[in-house]
């Protein structure tokens, strides 16, 4: 059974920082890009931060470039977010997703979410 269970989510102040962690099981972790994505009330899922099983491909949105940084242990199949300098406008729930490219489809998955709230 595939299970994508993030945490280290909770409420932080501004200019706070937060690690995320998203423990996988059910699948080979090491042959998955792993992402962050996360979405805010009312908005789309974005991409917030993607890297290659092997750590040599690295992928940040605009808002997340400085700030955060993805990294992954595939050992311990997880994967993790580093959120420093926060803003109310990252306030979101944030998504683990796995994502093996197939020669005809590919293979996906989702976490359940962990909220992130930026507030003072």
């Known amino acids: 059974q595939v299970q994508l269970v993030e945490s280290g989510g909770g409420l932080v102040q501004p200019g706070g920082s937060l690690r995320l962690s998203c423990a996988a099981s059910?699948?080979?972790?090491?042959?998955?890009?792993m992402s962050w994505y996360r979405q805010a009330p009312g908005k789309e899922r974005e991409l917030v931060a993607r890297?290659?099983?092997?750590?040599?491909?690295?992928n940040y949105a605009d808002s997340a470039k400085g700030r955060f940084t993805i990294s992954r242990d595939n050992d311990k199949n997880t994967v993790y977010l580093q959120m420093n300098s926060l803003k109310p406008e990252d306030t979101a729930v944030y998504y683990c997703?796995?994502?093996?490219?197939?020669?005809?489809?590919?293979?996906?998955?989702w976490g359940q979410g962990t909220q992130v709230t930026v507030s003072s």
């Open positions: 059910g699948f080979t972790f090491g042959a998955y890009d």
């Open positions: 890297m290659s099983p092997l750590g040599g491909r690295l």
């Open positions: 997703n796995a994502l093996r490219y197939g020669l005809r489809s590919n293979t996906g998955y």
